[in-house]
């Protein structure tokens, strides 16, 4: 029996070919560690993946991986995989059918599994090799508890050099140390159970870095944990471990947990960015959508990491519950006034699995959600969309995209293009 474990297009990213994917290439090891023949295809940046999945016959089951952006380009694959592979068993797994499986059945698929399915894929293979014919069935998957039990990412699966990422002119790769997130935030997606945080150890983490450095040659690294200072003993003594790797790296951080302990170790360790949810300049905004951080906490993280020369990205999004005019401008003046090394200002898009999307009732904003379910998740809905897909009491969808557009160019002129001229020889110099 063979399997393709397939990522799907990721067509509306700019650079769809950063990073590699990790969720398959962790199912791939798990597999094959079970003796399973397993390939991976990353059709991310391939705009003839229609092409492409009419080529899948030497394939007995097809594995899909989808987030929800992603979810249109899954269907329109199944749909050639039934016409040219009516025989083969066709999967899907990853963030969409992990908040809405029912959607991925009712089209067709003839399993969806939610959660992380490390334990369970091999299971499900050894099932199918064994005579088991799904129709339109779910499997909850068993969520890994130990993350040290399971083997790294088969990266030998794909090509890593497709992939470009740079980090202060190095080439960088993912890893991700940790799983789940404690925190509720009333614009963030979040299936069942992944509210459990699991943390790798150290020791665990280093025997990782040290095999791609070795294997692969990559000396940079972006950690896509949620919050990687999540645990504060946890974090020091990561960063600890990670002194003696040399290497520079990248990561998300949460502001109400970060202090100057955190930032010096973490520069010693070789953090040289982080990126962090800021969201809102008003502690209105903040307090509504359950982010559980302050303006006053997003502006102290943002000077400690000026303090110890670490670079901040903000994250920023309007449009989300009770915008008004007099929030998106507190908003824009927080960066003029903070002035970080980078930001996005995002418009809120509701994602199925968060409480925004199944309680819009409790919220200030509007939304169709069976229009957007027809034409939100496109290549044009990727942080810079021409209409916004929501609405408040007081801003139309069409206020909140020209409040986007106010933002960025009053705050680009001062901000992000001072970064971008900065960064412009090194990146140049390095291709």
Same mark, same amino acid.
């Given at each position: 029996m063979k399997v393709a474990l397939v990522a799907a297009p990721s067509l509306f990213l700019p650079e769809p070919k950063t990073f590699p994917p990790l969720g398959a290439m962790y199912l791939a090891a798990? =597999?094959?560690k079970c003796g399973f023949d397993v390939d991976v295809i990353d059709l991310t940046g391939e705009e003839n993946y229609l092409e492409k999945t009419s080529n899948f016959s030497a394939y007995d089951v097809i594995a899909i991986s989808a987030t929800t952006p992603q979810f249109h380009y899954a269907v329109e694959m199944l749909n050639v995989l039934r016409r040219k592979q009516p025989k083969a068993t066709i999967i899907i797994g990853g963030a969409h059918p992990s908040v809405e499986p029912q959607s991925c059945i009712r089209v067709g698929f003839d399993l969806a599994v939610a959660g992380e399915a490390e334990v369970e894929f091999p299971l499900i293979l050894s099932r199918l090799e064994n005579g088991w014919k799904p129709k339109g $069935?779910?499997?909850? =998957?068993?969520?890994?508890m130990d993350l040290d039990a399971l083997p790294f990412p088969d990266r030998d699966c794909i090509k890593l050099q497709q992939y470009v990422y740079i980090i202060d002119?190095? !080439? =960088?790769t993912s890893i991700i140390t940790q799983r789940g997130c404690p925190y509720s935030c009333s614009f963030c997606c979040h299936w069942k159970g992944y509210n459990i945080t699991r943390f790798r150890s150290s020791e665990n983490v280093v025997e990782e870095i040290r095999h791609v450095k070795e294997r692969y040659g990559y000396q940079a690294f972006m950690f896509w944990d949620d919050e990687f200072n999540l645990n504060q003993r946890r974090t020091v003594e990561l960063c600890e471990a990670l002194k003696s790797l040399d290497i520079k790296f990248r990561c998300f951080i949460r502001s109400n947990l970060f202090n100057m302990q955190i930032a010096k170790v973490m520069r010693e360790a070789g953090c040289v960015e982080v990126g962090c949810g800021v969201e809102s300049g008003s502690d209105k905004i903040l307090q509504i959508i359950? &982010? !559980? *951080? *302050?303006? &006053?906490?997003? *502006?102290l993280a943002r000077r400690i990491c000026r303090e110890v020369g670490i670079r901040f &990205?903000?994250?920023t999004i309007l449009g989300l519950p009770y915008e008004s005019k007099e929030t998106a401008y507190a908003t824009m003046n927080w960066l003029l006034d903070n002035q970080p090394d980078e930001f996005d200002v995002t418009i809120f898009t509701p994602y199925p699995g968060s409480k925004i999307w199944e309680h819009p009732q409790q919220f200030d904003v509007q939304f169709d959600k069976a229009e957007m379910a027809q034409s939100l998740f496109e290549e044009s809905y990727y942080k810079g969309p021409k209409k916004s897909p929501v609405s408040t009491s007081q801003l139309? =969808? $069409? $206020?909140?995209?020209?409040?986007r557009d106010e933002i960025e160019d009053k705050c680009g002129r001062k901000i992000k293009s001072r970064w971008l001229w900065e960064k412009k020889e090194e990146v140049e110099g390095f291709f």
């Amino acid at each position: 029996m063979k399997v393709a474990l397939v990522a799907a297009p990721s067509l509306f990213l700019p650079e769809p070919k950063t990073f590699p994917p990790l969720g398959a290439m962790y199912l791939a090891a798990s =597999a094959k560690k079970c003796g399973f023949d397993v390939d991976v295809i990353d059709l991310t940046g391939e705009e003839n993946y229609l092409e492409k999945t009419s080529n899948f016959s030497a394939y007995d089951v097809i594995a899909i991986s989808a987030t929800t952006p992603q979810f249109h380009y899954a269907v329109e694959m199944l749909n050639v995989l039934r016409r040219k592979q009516p025989k083969a068993t066709i999967i899907i797994g990853g963030a969409h059918p992990s908040v809405e499986p029912q959607s991925c059945i009712r089209v067709g698929f003839d399993l969806a599994v939610a959660g992380e399915a490390e334990v369970e894929f091999p299971l499900i293979l050894s099932r199918l090799e064994n005579g088991w014919k799904p129709k339109g $069935e779910i499997v909850y =998957a068993q969520m890994p508890m130990d993350l040290d039990a399971l083997p790294f990412p088969d990266r030998d699966c794909i090509k890593l050099q497709q992939y470009v990422y740079i980090i202060d002119g190095i !080439r =960088a790769t993912s890893i991700i140390t940790q799983r789940g997130c404690p925190y509720s935030c009333s614009f963030c997606c979040h299936w069942k159970g992944y509210n459990i945080t699991r943390f790798r150890s150290s020791e665990n983490v280093v025997e990782e870095i040290r095999h791609v450095k070795e294997r692969y040659g990559y000396q940079a690294f972006m950690f896509w944990d949620d919050e990687f200072n999540l645990n504060q003993r946890r974090t020091v003594e990561l960063c600890e471990a990670l002194k003696s790797l040399d290497i520079k790296f990248r990561c998300f951080i949460r502001s109400n947990l970060f202090n100057m302990q955190i930032a010096k170790v973490m520069r010693e360790a070789g953090c040289v960015e982080v990126g962090c949810g800021v969201e809102s300049g008003s502690d209105k905004i903040l307090q509504i959508i359950n &982010k !559980r *951080t *302050t303006v &006053k906490q997003n *502006t102290l993280a943002r000077r400690i990491c000026r303090e110890v020369g670490i670079r901040f &990205k903000a994250f920023t999004i309007l449009g989300l519950p009770y915008e008004s005019k007099e929030t998106a401008y507190a908003t824009m003046n927080w960066l003029l006034d903070n002035q970080p090394d980078e930001f996005d200002v995002t418009i809120f898009t509701p994602y199925p699995g968060s409480k925004i999307w199944e309680h819009p009732q409790q919220f200030d904003v509007q939304f169709d959600k069976a229009e957007m379910a027809q034409s939100l998740f496109e290549e044009s809905y990727y942080k810079g969309p021409k209409k916004s897909p929501v609405s408040t009491s007081q801003l139309s =969808a $069409e $206020e909140i995209v020209n409040l986007r557009d106010e933002i960025e160019d009053k705050c680009g002129r001062k901000i992000k293009s001072r970064w971008l001229w900065e960064k412009k020889e090194e990146v140049e110099g390095f291709f």
